[in-house]
């Protein structure tokens, strides 16, 4: 069974720092990894996601992710985080053997100080 | 593109009746649709997938009798959460996967906040 972990449940940064959230997943074969944003009281917004190929992901908002295989992990980072990030962020895993679904991470909250 | 609706987006309801929450897939075909629930600051649970013409696939420890989903179409799954009790009270997200879609991805709604008094 596919599984994800978020060790941190949340994470304040100054704005303008640097931000790196943490996910690792447990997976025998190669996964489908993904990263959402969610704000309070909407839906997931997609991030990012790794399928194969390139290990370092570019996705939206200024966000990169890098699947490293040997470590089982797809962290996400941003360079300088603004005001608007402050949300809820999930990674999640799918397979071709887990069929379409998604498993996702417990989230990270990210609190952004002025 | 790739853009999923959900209605209504919130909902209050008397303990024992029973709601609809409807998810259309606006500009694709969705084979496969899929109900979430979410707690208050927790993450998101899959409940159930529903493949259209057929009947939906339940996670273990979910009620198939309690939450009727129904795909009649390829751009439209239904919820019904029947006999609503206060710990339904829940945020419902759908989500919707195009057919083929290789890389299971899969674009999710706005979400339906559900309050059963």
């Known amino acids: 069974a596919q599984s994800v972990t978020q060790p941190d449940i949340h994470i304040t940064v100054s704005e303008g720092a640097s931000l790196e959230l943490r996910c690792n997943y447990s997976y025998g074969a190669t996964p489908y990894l993904f990263w959402y944003v969610q704000s309070p009281g909407q839906g997931l917004q997609l991030l990012l996601k790794y399928f194969s190929g390139d290990t370092l992901v570019q996705g939206i908002k200024g966000f990169e992710a890098e699947f490293k295989r040997s470590q089982s992990s797809f962290n996400l980072r941003k360079p300088s985080v603004h005001w608007s990030d402050a949300a809820e962020y999930f990674c999640a895993v799918g397979s071709k053997a887990a069929g379409n679904k998604l498993t996702f991470g417990g989230g990270t909250r990210v609190l952004v100080k002025p | 593109g790739a853009v999923v609706s959900q209605h209504p987006s919130w909902v209050i309801c008397k303990s024992g009746t029973s709601v609809k929450i409807e998810c259309r897939s606006l500009d694709f075909q969705a084979t496969t649709m899929f109900w979430y629930r979410q707690f208050p600051k927790q993450s998101l649970m899959l409940m159930a997938t529903?493949?259209?013409?057929?009947?939906?696939?339940?996670e273990q420890g979910v009620e198939k009798d309690k939450f009727l989903i129904n795909h009649a179409s390829l751009t439209l799954s239904t919820l019904t959460v029947t006999s609503a009790h206060p710990e339904d009270s829940s945020f419902y997200i759908c989500?919707?996967?195009?057919?083929?879609?290789?890389?299971?991805?899969?674009?999710f709604g706005p979400g339906t906040r559900l309050t059963v008094l």
């Open positions: 989500s919707a996967a195009p057919p083929a879609s290789f890389n299971y991805e899969q674009f």
């Open positions: 529903s493949n259209e013409g057929s009947k939906a696939t339940y």
